[in-house]
């Protein structure tokens, strides 16, 4: 059964940069996709950054060129690193992997970008 963990989030003011991590446990079969996903308050669940088990990346257009994700196999960790922070980044940011077996969830981590 895979788990996943969210760490790294935060307040940050306009303009800063936090880093997220997701350690994953468990088996996750290949091929996988992985996902950095964030959720407003009132707001739908949206997709900002995805990761392939072969090393293929997407952004959203609203994180594009601020945000990068990136992973560190040994550690069964990835990452979402986002820069130029802005008050709309403002969100419950989760990780999501999903295998042939099926998809997790992890629990959540808040960033608020706020002066």
């Known amino acids: 059964q895979v788990q996943l963990v969210e760490s790294g989030g935060g307040l940050v003011q306009p303009g800063g940069s936090l880093r997220l991590s997701c350690a994953a446990s468990?088996?996750?079969?290949?091929?996988?996709?992985m996902g950095w996903y964030r959720q407003a308050p009132g707001k739908q669940r949206e997709l900002v950054a995805g990761?392939?088990?072969?090393?293929?990346?997407n952004y959203s257009d609203s994180v594009k060129g601020r945000f990068t994700i990136s992973r560190d196999n040994a550690k069964n960790t990835w990452y979402l690193q986002m820069n130029s922070l802005q008050a709309e980044d403002t969100a419950v940011y989760y990780c999501n992997v999903q295998d042939l077996l099926g998809q997790t969830w992890g629990q959540g981590t808040q960033v608020t970008v706020s002066s």
């Open positions: 990761m392939s088990s072969s090393g293929s990346t």
């Open positions: 468990g088996t996750i079969f290949r091929p996988y996709t």
